[in-house]
């Protein structure tokens, strides 16, 4: 009856993932099954511990990231654990091989959302590889499999991804997290005064990041090129949106992309899959 356990804690992923997330949702949907059950548990894992620091303001948020770091590693060494998300999580770190120290980056840029609120230069690029590329590390771990030499050669280009997907999180968030949260993530921005010029500097950076990242997705192993192009995709779509819109309009509103509109670069994608575009 294991079987049936694990698969019920899976299934709890990836119920998270479709509430939580539309465009990765698509994404996922386009990989080859094997791969699915996977990202759904990184995904899983990685929403649950950021709404640990985003949302239970009411709670001791330091104690229950405090606990939930220690049930994960206790999981991972005993292979089980009665909390669904973490179960399914602590099955693919070992199948996969997933290096602990990735775990221990995203979980402490985590922590640092719960006191930190300006970042100098150095903290943003830690707060960027914990929250976003080494994600991006974690998933490209189960793309490649066992295939070391695979997953060293790619592994700049899905730092790069993972960065370029955050950085346009802070733009299209930076609202909330001014207002709401109190955190500047771009060091040397005053957000009393974002100007046009600062908003292209921010999307320069990201440009690079994207333009990086494309050479990497081109050489995902089958199965799951198409669904981070997928993600690729709605993520550039909405950096051109937020390239378009007045730094004043960032301020004052979230950018986002619609459902058809994601229906839409989904198709794009998968007939540029069958052309052999991509």
Known sequence: MINLYDETCFECSKIITNKYSTSFSLGIRAFDKEFRYPVYAIYGFVRYTDEIVDTFHDHNQLQ?????????????????????????????????????????????????????????????????????????????????????????????????????????????????????????????????????????????????????????????PNGTRLGVYIAYLYYLQLFKKISYTPASVILQKRIRISDTRKMGLYVKAVLQQKLNVI
């Open 64 to 220: 229950l990231i405090t606990d939930f770091r220690a049930e994960t590693f206790k999981a991972i060494h005993e292979h089980i654990s009665l909390n669904p998300v973490i179960h399914a999580f602590q099955q693919v770190v070992n199948k996969y091989r997933i290096d602990h120290t990735l775990i221990d980056s995203f979980l402490c840029s985590m922590e640092m959302d719960l006191d930190k609120k300006v970042y100098n230069e150095a903290s943003y690029k830690t707060y960027i590889y914990g929250s976003a590329e080494a994600i991006g590390l974690m998933c490209l771990r189960v793309f490649t499999g066992n295939n070391d030499e695979q997953y060293q050669q790619l592994l700049p280009q899905a730092r790069s991804l993972g960065a370029a997907f955050q950085k346009i999180n802070f733009l299209r968030d930076v609202k909330a997290d001014y207002e709401e949260r109190g955190r500047t993530y771009f060091p040397d921005i005053d957000f009393n005064n974002f100007t046009e010029q600062d908003k292209k500097t921010i999307e320069a950076n990201i440009k690079v990041d994207f333009d990086n990242a494309i050479k990497g997705i081109k050489r995902l």
